[in-house]
């Protein structure tokens, strides 16, 4: 096994290469001419791209794609948009679709393309090598390209990491108007219900819910930031939010975010379980994919060291890859031990948890 590079050091290469782009050449056959052989196929110049529906803001990918482009010549047309009406435009446009792939967050949302019907399996030892086995799905509808964890956040002053330590525990009367936490029409809350549906059962994890929800310190209003803003302004004494809300809020140009971020800390629930409940962002191969080579070259190229020291540390999230160490404020909050489950199954359980969270009056 290689020795990991400094962050430092692998930064300054992904750095370097992504300032080292030239402009992208004109790929052959990118665009038809006039002259163009009408008996040419025109899988020709549709060969020489790759389509990709994005739920990511474009300047949290656009580089990488153009350094790829750089590198193989392969034009990348991006189009961006919100994760629920990327799917819904991947399904009215069905096999018409001009999509090669699809780009979006939570293996909920990885699972609701695949129960569409608009995503195909597809086989890479490069990613199968690569990408640890919970976090891609079995049969390679869709791979994982960063991780982030799902932790507690806790008022530093007002909360001591010993009176945490699972999930189960947030249900505690201890608890009681001291949780933030966002609606249940949340993705990532849904998975969080579906990943302790698939550990504990549904008698335990709805008593769970509906204890949860007796412990919650208002209505659940706002995004994670919200939550994690909350805790600061002693709304709330504990916040549960994605680990990546966190580490941008502390490197926020925003000095009341920094602010904010400054008084919580991150404990990493289930420790001596089945550890913290983590998710992905990643990505699938569209079935009406007509670049299918290219396609699945660039999401190769994702997985790629410098890929992944690039991604992670601009979403700041985890590198799905082994190795790449993490940014210096994911480093802060130490390692963790991450829950193992198949994030495949979080996405089966949806609706269950869906519906489990509804009945426990979790808004
Ligand atoms: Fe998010």
Same mark, same amino acid.
């Given at each position: 096994m290689s020795k990991p590079l400094p962050m430092t050091a692998l930064l300054i290469a992904a750095a370097s290469l992504l300032s080292a782009c030239k402009p992208a050449e004109q790929p052959q056959?990118?665009? @038809?001419?006039?002259?163009?052989?009408?008996?040419?196929?025109?899988?020709?110049?549709? %060969?020489r791209e790759v389509n990709l529906y994005s739920a990511r803001q474009e300047s949290l990918i656009k580089p990488l794609l153009d350094r790829f482009t750089a590198e193989t010549g392969v034009k990348v047309n991006l189009?961006? *948009?919100?994760? $629920?009406? #990327? #799917? @819904?435009?991947? @399904?009215?446009? *069905?096999?018409?679709?001009p999509a090669d792939l699809l780009l979006t967050v939570d293996a909920g949302r990885l699972h609701r393309a695949v129960e569409a019907g608009v995503t195909q399996p597809f086989d890479s030892a490069t990613l199968s090598d690569v990408i640890p086995a919970s976090y891609r799905e079995p049969e390679g509808h869709w791979y994982g390209l960063s991780f982030r964890a799902r932790p507690i956040m806790y008022a530093k002053d007002r909360v001591q990491p010993g009176e945490l330590s699972t999930y189960q525990n947030l249900a505690d009367q201890n608890w009681h108007n001291r949780i933030c936490i966002r609606s249940s029409g949340n993705i990532y809350n849904q998975s969080l219900v579906a990943s302790k549906l698939a550990a504990d059962g549904e008698a335990v994890t709805e008593a769970w819910a509906r204890g949860l929800v007796q412990n919650f310190a208002r209505p659940p209003a706002g995004g994670d930031r919200d939550q994690i803003k909350a805790v600061a302004a002693g709304e709330c004494?504990?916040?549960? !939010?994605? %680990? =990546? =809300?966190?580490?941008? +809020?502390?490197? %926020? $140009? $925003?000095?009341?975010?920094?602010?904010?971020a400054q008084q919580v800390a991150v404990f990493w629930p289930n420790q001596n379980g089945r550890g913290t409940h983590?998710?992905?962002?990643?990505? !699938?191969?569209?079935? %009406?994919?007509?670049?299918?080579?290219? !396609?699945?070259? #660039?999401?190769?190229f994702l997985v790629s060291p410098e890929s992944q020291a690039w991604y992670a540390e601009k979403n700041g999230e985890y590198p799905i890859r082994e190795n790449i160490p993490v940014s210096d404020i994911l480093a802060s909050w130490?390692?963790?031990?991450?829950?193992?489950?198949?994030?495949?199954?979080? *996405?089966?359980?949806?609706? !269950?948890?869906?519906?489990? +969270?509804?009945?426990?009056?979790? @808004?």
């Open positions: 056959g990118a665009e @038809q001419s006039e002259s163009t052989d009408r008996s040419e196929p025109v899988e020709l110049s549709q %060969s189009v961006t *948009g919100r994760a $629920d009406a #990327l #799917l @819904q435009r991947l @399904q009215s446009e *069905g096999d018409n679709s004494d504990i916040a549960v !939010a994605n %680990s =990546y =809300y966190l580490a941008g +809020m502390l490197r %926020s $140009d $925003d000095p009341e975010q920094v602010t904010a983590v998710n992905v962002s990643g990505i !699938a191969l569209t079935r %009406s994919a007509k670049n299918r080579d290219n !396609a699945i070259k #660039l999401v190769e130490g390692t963790f031990k991450a829950d193992a489950i198949n994030l495949s199954e979080l *996405g089966k359980n949806n609706a !269950a948890a869906v519906k489990l +969270m509804d009945r426990a009056g979790w @808004q």
